[in-house]
T-cell receptor
Framework: AQKVTQAQTEISVVEKEDVTLDCVYETRDTTYYLFWYKQPPSGELVFLIRRNSFDEQNEISGRYSWNFQKSTSSFNFTITASQVVDSAVYFCALTPPNAGKSTFGDGTTLTVKP | GAGVSQSPRYKVTKRGQDVALRCDPISGHVSLYWYRQALGQGPEFLTYFNYEAQQDKSGLPNDRFSAERPEGSISTLTIQRTEQRDSAMYRC?????????????FGPGTRLLVL
């Protein structure tokens, strides 16, 4: 069985602060895929990143970066110099190979105050 | 290009009525997924299709729920004899390749309220 845990239910920061959202997962598969999605107040789910389990290189995209550590089953997401527009619910998800049954965490609500 | 579309966006129905929720995937996407999202929780898998074949329906809560994708494009999720506990956001997603490695792109969802 798969499980994704996002232990931080809510985080509040002031604009320009850095913030890290934690994601810990459980799976018996040796190959799997990890995702982050953003759900802004408008409600849609926006894809941010996909990571293969066999690629442990960290990734940076502008102010966003992701730290994948297979040894600790974690896939954490850092926003540098946060902005008010970053306020949203962020979901981490795990997908097994050759199957579409993704498991999502319950999300972390990030509030960035001006 | 156009993203995943879902209709209706909002549906209010009375307990006991049947509802049909429609999903139109991104053009050319071969896999289609249905999820249900309760308030304050992440999406919960219901079922998915590769082309017109339903590959996994293990997430459907009971036999009142069914889904089809007869021509490998548009899909319909049907809930028969709705109950108040069915109230949720129903989300559809599609991917360009077969399920697994491919990124799922989500539609705006259908908010269902059963009175």
């Amino acid at each position: 069985a798969q499980k994704v845990t996002q232990a931080q239910t809510e985080i509040s920061v002031v604009e320009k602060e850095d913030v890290t959202l934690d994601c810990v997962y459980e799976t018996r598969d040796t190959t799997y895929y990890l995702f982050w999605y953003k759900q802004p107040p408008s409600g849609e789910l926006v894809f941010l990143i996909r990571r293969n389990s066999f690629d442990e290189q960290n990734e940076i995209s502008g102010r966003y970066s992701w730290n994948f550590q297979k040894s600790t089953s974690s896939f954490n997401f850092t926003i540098t110099a946060s902005q008010v527009v970053d306020s949203a619910v962020y979901f981490c998800a795990l997908t097994p190979p050759n199957a579409g049954k993704s498991t999502f965490g319950d999300g972390t609500t990030l509030t960035v105050k001006p | 290009g156009a993203g995943v579309s879902q209709s209706p966006r909002y549906k209010v129905t009375k307990r006991g009525q049947d509802v049909a929720l429609r999903c139109d995937p991104i053009s050319g996407h071969v896999s289609l997924y249905w999820y249900r999202q309760a308030l304050g929780q992440g999406p919960e898998f219901l079922t998915y299709f590769n082309y017109e074949a339903q590959q996994d329906k293990s997430g459907l809560p009971n036999d009142r729920f069914s889904a089809e994708r007869p021509e490998g494009s548009i899909s319909t999720l049907t809930i028969q004899r709705t109950e108040q506990r069915d109230s949720a956001m129903y989300r559809c997603a599609s991917s360009s390749g077969l399920a697994g490695a491919e990124t799922q792109y989500f539609g705006p969802g259908t908010r269902l309220l059963v009175l």
